[in-house]
């Protein structure tokens, strides 16, 4: 999008609370891949997703600094919780501590370790699951929740445009996995589904 549609639309986009702020702020300032961070306007997008959908259980495979878990967090239906998956201890510290800061310290779950180590041991059952991890295993993690997922419920996977790459006729692995993935959710009859180029490409599916 025309980068002045963008401060447009950020301008007219509610705010965000004081901890999100904090936590983008020290995201920018000190990591290289800060483009990992679900942006402003995105990150209100995944929150009003919530705010609709009120979970009881989301599931987020991925959770870098904690943003979008915390974005979820606030649509959660009395009593929810957010679980949210990570390998890196690094940045999974950090996540923490702005966690624990928030108001929501009591309704995200932290779980250290490889996502298709730890789904198949949840007893969990997701009204929403969030995948925006090691590209090449969205198909795999797609597969290992779809049984814990709620009827009416909603999968909803990032990047699913990765730059526009997904365009490019010849495609390197992260590239191929994200297409492989679009086109295993629109062949699924199982969901309806619809890709929406907001920032880098949601994919969002509704288990029927």
């Not at 997008?45 to 989301?58: E, G």
Request: charged fraction near 25%.
């Amino acid at each position: 999008m025309n980068e002045h549609w963008i401060k447009y639309a950020e301008a007219f986009t509610a705010g965000e609370s004081e901890i999100l702020q904090e936590l983008r702020k020290h995201c920018y300032d000190h990591y290289e891949d800060k483009a990992m961070l679900s942006g402003f306007v995105q990150g209100r997008v995944l929150s009003m997703f919530s705010h609709m959908i009120r979970p009881k259980t989301v599931l987020e495979i991925g959770t870098y600094l904690g943003y979008s878990a915390l974005c979820f967090a606030e649509g959660l239906a009395d009593g929810g919780k957010v679980i949210t998956l990570d390998i890196q201890e690094d940045t999974n510290k950090v996540a923490r501590s702005f966690v624990e800061k928030s108001a929501y310290a009591d309704k995200i779950e932290f779980l250290l370790g490889f996502g298709t180590d730890i789904i198949p041991s949840l007893p969990e059952t997701f009204d929403l699951v969030f995948i925006d991890a090691d590209k090449p295993n969205y198909s795999n993690y797609y597969d290992l929740v779809f049984d814990k997922v709620s009827a009416g419920g909603f999968i909803i996977a990032d990047n699913v445009l990765w730059s526009g790459k997904v365009l490019d006729d010849e495609k390197d692995e992260n590239t191929q996995a994200l297409h492989d993935y679009n086109q295993k959710n629109l062949a699924d009859e199982r969901v309806e589904n619809i890709l929406l180029p907001i920032r880098d490409g949601l994919m969002v599916s509704r288990k029927k």
